[in-house]
T-cell receptor, first 114, second 112 residues
Framework: ETGVTQTPRHLVMGMTNKKSLKCEQHLGHNAMYWYKQSAKKPLELMFVYSLEERVENNSVPSRFSPECPNSSHLFLHLHTLQPEDSALYLC?????????????FGNGTRLTVT | KNQVEQSPQSLIILEGKNCTLQCNYTVSPFSNLRWYKQDTGRGPVSLTIMTFSENTKSNGRYTATLDADTKQSSLHITASQLSDSASYICVVSAPNDYKLSFGAGTTVTVRA
């Protein structure tokens, strides 16, 4: 196991639904990330938290709302999504930000918006 | 334009054969370059990391090379196995910057 657990693994939601993605890391890391992975495209950084403080928003639409209650947990709240938001959402953690420590990824949530 | 370009986009090889994947980058200044392996339905897992002063790094049957002057890296897979079927992603970082530059990946399919 990677030490980073994401739930659910798969999610299908309508455009009017509200859902949340959950990420938990058991590595004692201080930084957590949300990435979006679309087919044949590079990973896109969405949000970064360091010691529970958000340090990056990266111009993500407001229909995506992150929450980091503590350094081990990260949520991504979803509402009124669009079909183009269908993608694999990856959570990652690292020791810190800016120290070039490697990212440890979860196995992702495959999101389909209908 | 993406700062990290990978080629080929995909390739198919027979089990037991070797293959080489390419990564060209424009990120500057440069801190390190990593290769990640992503199995289908899984998150990426780090294979190798190389800093400016390193020009080769091995991890089992995987050997990565780096030419920081020409800003090129390659990942060589020796004696491929069916379990090598995956996407291989090149990731470049600048000093003291959490914003990594990702390539789009090369999908490798190993056939028996």
């Amino acid at each position: 196991e990677t030490g980073v657990t994401q739930t659910p693994r798969h999610l299908v939601m309508g455009m009017t639904n509200k859902k949340s993605l959950k990420c938990e890391q058991h590595l004692g890391h201080n930084a957590m990330y949300w990435y979006k992975q679309s087919a044949k495209k590079p990973l896109e950084l969405m949000f970064v938290y360091s010691l529970e403080e958000r340090v990056e928003n990266n111009s993500v639409p407001s229909r995506f709302s992150p929450e980091c209650p503590n350094s081990s947990h990260l949520f991504l709240h979803l509402h009124t999504l669009q079909p183009e938001d269908s993608a694999l959402y990856l959570c990652a953690s690292s020791r810190g930000t800016g120290d070039n420590s490697p990212l440890h990824f979860g196995n992702g949530t495959r999101l389909t918006v209908t | 334009k993406n700062q990290v370009e990978q080629s080929p986009q995909s390739l198919i090889i027979l089990e037991g054969k070797n293959c080489t994947l390419q990564c060209n980058y424009t990120v500057s200044p440069f801190s390190n370059l990593r290769w990640y392996k992503q199995d289908t339905g899984r998150g990426p897992v780090s294979l190798t990391i190389m800093t400016f002063s390193e020009n080769t790094k091995s991890n089992g049957r995987y050997t990565a090379t780096l030419d920081a002057d020409t800003k090129q890296s390659s990942l060589h897979i020796t004696a491929s196995q069916l379990s090598d079927s995956a996407s291989y992603i090149c990731v470049v970082s600048a000093p003291n910057d959490y914003k990594l530059s990702f390539g789009a990946g090369t999908t490798v399919t190993v056939r028996a």
